[in-house]
């Protein structure tokens, strides 16, 4: 019975001390803190501080000399008749076609720009009297050997233009000259932020942060744009064999870039200043 006794507290103290261990372990489970579970698709990132920028802006221009030439012909013709008034149109655009090819002008460079058949009133009378109908053929023009472009317009009208518009000047290809002046744009950037820099005292870092195109410009030199008119004969008569003069002038191809530049140091002012 004694021994009973015994053996029965041995088992009751060491069900007591192994609860007294769960319970420490439970407690410090507890105590440690929890790990939280971020998806994989949540990116959690430091914003690093802003930096500091110098913005600087440049131009760059290139001149060229044109070697296109556009130019509207019109042929124009009246009659009573629309029928008369077509057919003599028709008559007179096939000389002017054959003057034109006559001067090297390609097929491939000569378009109908336009062909309008209309009324002719006599607006003195009351009510206005049709008087007739009037056919306009336009050809729109390009003269790839740009210096017989009098000589083409004075043969044309000596064949039976009535009018000429918009003459202008291009150039076939400005792509290069277009890098030559975004090339200039950038330097004169660059340029501007050293002066920027060492008035500031302060270094910049040799790469830009950004560097973006702000705008580009080319436009056609445009010789007249109104619309001319030209009796055939009197024209005939006073042109001589080279034809109207006409000056080509010069082509402006524009670059405009924005350069960003990060401030990376400062530096003290000299002694003297």
């Known amino acids: 019975m004694k021994k009973k006794t015994i053996l029965l507290c041995c088992a009751l103290l060491c069900m007591a001390l192994l609860c007294a261990c769960k319970s420490e372990e439970q407690i410090a489970q507890t105590a440690q803190p929890q790990s939280t579970v971020i998806s994989p698709d949540v990116h959690i990132t430091q914003e ?9 802006s440049g131009e760059g221009e290139v001149k060229l000399t044109p070697d296109l030439a556009t130019v509207s012909i019109v042929i124009k013709t009246t009659q009573k008749q629309a029928e008369d008034a077509q057919q ?15 001067n090297g002008v390609q097929e491939a460079d000569i378009q109908t720009e336009d062909i309008h058949l209309g009324e002719e009133y ?7 009297e049709l008087v007739g109908y009037s056919m306009r053929n336009t050809l729109s023009i390009t003269v790839r050997e740009i210096e017989t472009v009098g000589k083409v317009i004075t043969d044309a009208i000596a064949a039976g233009a009535t009018s000429t518009y918009g003459l202008a000047f291009t150039v076939s290809d400005s792509s290069g000259a ?3 002046a975004l090339t200039a744009a950038v330097v004169e950037a660059r340029g501007k932020a050293n002066a920027m820099a060492a008035a500031l005292c ?8 950004s560097v973006n195109e702000v705008s580009a410009s080319y436009q056609p030199y445009v010789y007249d744009e109104t619309v001319r008119e030209f009796p055939a004969a009197d024209m005939a008569a006073s042109n001589d064999a080279k034809g109207i003069s006409v000056s080509t002038g010069e082509l402006s191809v524009t670059a405009k870039v924005n350069v960003v530049y990060e401030v990376i140091a400062s530096t003290s002012l000299s002694s003297g200043s």
């Open 48 to 56: 690093a501080s802003e930096r500091e920028t110098l913005t600087v």
């Open 88 to 102: 003599k149109n028709a008559e007179l655009t096939d000389a002017v076609l054959a003057s034109l090819k006559a």
């Open 122 to 128: 006599n607006y003195n009378k009351s009510p206005a």
């Open 178 to 180: 277009y890098q030559d």
């Open 202 to 209: 302060v270094e910049l870092a040799p790469i830009p942060v």
